[in-house]
């Protein structure tokens, strides 16, 4: 094996490139033609453009990636995560081509890669499977009786594929109808195959998977399992190991299921199989969710643990070696936590922009977090344009430490080192869930997010009012030597999170600043602004310091960090006075983002509830549902299923019921 083509982008694509070079291997990159420029493109031996801009013209595209490997010479393919990583079409179309696979054998992709089919190799093999339909008959009436069958509640998921796409909770047999239909547009979106399966739903459960490893001479352990509990919309946030929950005697139990599932696949490489773990009674009961049959995101994680490259064995798997361990040599030392860093607001909705600055604190790059080191893996950089075609993850930091609490300080202390401007970003979202008293004690199961993330987004709103209007001062009022003192205050607006707030600030000399808040508390406060080193403000408040960076985003908006905390502010002195009397945008649902309209489930002429939904987007490979805010008439529809959208743009008019 001397050049391995990645089928891949970003961070995954950069992580192979690393351990290939390390080994002697030459690599070649692909790319569509808004990645011409990435950072995974430059680090390669090669690149191979694949035209496009959507992952169906570019990275989805067979043909075009086996052309690839043939011109450039390459004799392997990787697939990273993601994208075809675990589809069996292209894994046997590599295979056909006379090019070594870097994964499973087709036909255990193919065994496992269903969910339905899954789970009837996993029951041949006494793994514990919770009761449900996965039939052929696909119709909503087979579904509603199965259901009545089943009991509620309970999921509905897509057979094929899996980050959390196509996957409904339903709580009772009114909403199953919807569920069918949403979730099957999204399948058939994100993994071309609208086919369904249903099963009963654990209401509170832990997420725990168990990383395996098999060669083609029959050998297969496994390497610790992974706690994964805090998500939204069933994608994973945080994922750590080993699990609170997990002693050795249920790693055991867990780590054999795992290891039965995979060789009677006839399973080689690296995989990963997936649990429901109900710790709420004292035999640690646990479930089959799936098996992905490729490389997970969180493998850092277990590379931290074990010391192991995980990439590495793939290859040399790859190239018929045997495993270098055998089960009882498998050794985990410490605890390993990872974030997802992503273009998404603390409501979790995806984001695109321009990274207009970036810095992260000293770190390892692909390579394995030593005891009491952070790892950093991503393909940010100045400049680098996140768009509205691939999934919102950024990077992925890791910590390793000799506790569980240590590393949750590390990963707080290095999130709130992390310069990222110029979009929004979970950065400080992620600290908070971290510092959270129930995810501390261990205690975060899958709804953690559900039932604590408006306490979560009410703690970082107070702390971005906090440091508000020091922030905003240095956005405004950047430290000059020569500034006159000025008698007359400067009257200002400032608008942060939709509110206005109305200022008067006077220049009182070099750095030296007044600002009056009307109504609003103290007459004045005092402001002392100084620049540092590295570029940011610090601006001194009756005694308490902020250090804040900030970044132009448009005309008279700004967007800054100080530490932990993120915030937008925009100065709308000079913008007329906003009308009085008007209902604002309450009768008006505007795109919050870039997308695709999927759906538009209503009819001009309709009343509606609070809540109801107006238009179905789907953006960077998921669907988001957008409600009308309150009981309203609809008086005009502006768009149709298949238009693109961009953000801000007027999707509908209400006529608002009177009360």
């Known amino acids: 094996m001397k050049k391995i083509l990645i089928a891949n982008r970003g961070e995954i694509a950069r992580r192979i490139t690393h351990t290939a070079h390390a080994m002697g291997i030459a690599t070649v990159a692909v790319y569509s033609e808004p990645d011409a420029h990435a950072l995974h493109v430059r680090e390669a031996t090669q690149a191979v453009a694949l035209g496009g801009s959507a992952s169906a013209d570019s990275y989805l595209r067979i043909d ?38 870097i994964g499973p054998p087709p036909a255990a992709i193919r065994a496992l890669g269903s969910k339905a089919g899954a789970k009837a190799l996993a029951q041949a093999q006494g793994v514990p499977c919770l009761p449900g339909y996965a039939g052929s008959d696909q119709s ?51 993994f071309g195959n609208c086919d369904l399966l249903i099963e009963r739903a654990l209401l509170n459960p832990r997420h725990v998977e168990v990383q395996v490893f098999a060669d083609a001479h029959g050998h ?35 780590g054999a299921c795992a290891v039965a599932l995979a060789q009677a696949a006839g399973y080689v490489g690296a995989g990963t199989v997936e649990f429901l773990l ?8 646990f479930y089959l969710m799936e098996m992905n049959t490729r490389l997970q995101v969180e493998h850092p994680v277990t590379e931290a643990l074990t010391g192991l490259d995980l990439v590495e064995w793939q290859i040399r798997v790859a190239r018929g070696e045997p495993l270098a361990l055998a ?34 604190p000293s770190a390892t ?78 205690q975060a199961r899958v709804p953690f997010l559900a039932h604590e993330g408006d306490a979560l987004r009410a703690t970082l709103r107070q702390q971005e009012q906090a440091a508000l209007l020091p922030s ?47 109504g609003t508390g103290p007459e004045s406060v005092g402001m002392h602004l100084t620049p540092l080193p590295d570029g940011r403000v610090q601006c001194a408040v009756e005694g308490v310091a902020h250090a804040v ?83 309203a008439t609809v008086a005009e529809l502006l768009v149709a299923p298949g238009q693109q959208v961009t953000p801000g743009q007027m999707l509908a008019r209400f006529a608002m019921q009177e009360a």
């Open 64 to 101: 075009k990636l086996i052309d690839a490997a043939r011109a450039t010479g390459a004799d392997a393919v990787h697939p990273g995560y993601g994208f075809l990583s675990e589809n069996a079409e292209f894994a046997q179309a590599v295979v056909d081509a006379g090019l070594a696979w």
């Open 140 to 190: 909503d009436e087979r579904f509603a009786a199965e259901a009545a069958r089943i009991g509620f509640p309970l999921m509905v998921k897509a057979v094929a594929g899996g980050g959390g796409r196509g996957m409904r909770l339903v709580a009772d047999s009114a909403q199953l109808p919807t569920a069918l239909a949403s979730a099957r547009s999204e399948a058939l979106a994100g």
């Open 220 to 254: 297969c352990i496994h390497l610790g399992e992974r706690d994964c509990s805090v998500q939204r919309r069933h994608q994973k946030l945080i994922e750590e190991s080993p699990s609170p929950a997990v002693d050795a005697a249920l790693r055991e139990r867990m």
């Open 278 to 285: 109900d710790d709420s009674d004292q035999q640690g009961s």
């Open 327 to 360: 089960q009882h040599q498998v050794a985990l030392q410490g605890h390993a936590i990872e974030v997802r860093l992503c273009a998404e607001d603390a409501h979790f909705t995806p984001h695109i922009g321009r990274v207009l600055h970036f810095a992260a």
């Open 365 to 442: 790059s692909f390579e394995r977090a030593l005891l009491g080191g952070l790892r950093f893996d991503h393909a940010l950089e100045e400049g680098t344009e996140v768009t509205p075609h691939y999934d919102a993850m950024l990077g992925k930091l890791i910590v390793h430490a000799a506790t569980r609490g240590e590393a949750i300080d590390a990963l707080v202390h290095a999130l709130e080192g992390t310069t990222l401007l110029g979009l929004p970003s979970n950065r400080a979202f992620l600290a908070a869930c971290l510092e959270h008293p129930q995810f501390r004690a261990g």
């Open 472 to 518: 905003a001062m240095a956005a405004l009022f950047p430290p000059r030597t020569t500034t006159l003192p000025c008698s007359f205050a400067r009257p200002m607006r400032l608008r942060h999170q939709g509110v206005v707030l109305p200022l008067a600030v006077r220049e009182l000399g070099p750095g030296q600043l007044r600002v009056e808040q009307p």
């Open 549 to 631: 960076r900030t970044v132009a985003v448009g005309p008279q908006r700004w967007h800054w960090q100080a530490g932990g905390v993120d915030g937008w502010v925009e100065d709308a002195s000079w913008e007329p006075a906003a009308r009085a009397g008007t209902a604002g945008g309450a009768n008006e649902l505007r795109a919050p983002f870039n997308g695709r309209v999927v759906a538009v489930p209503v009819s001009a002429g309709e009343a509606l509830q609070a809540g109801a939904t107006v238009v179905v987007l789907e953006s960077m490979k998921l669907e988001h549902s957008l409600a009308c805010p309150s009981a």
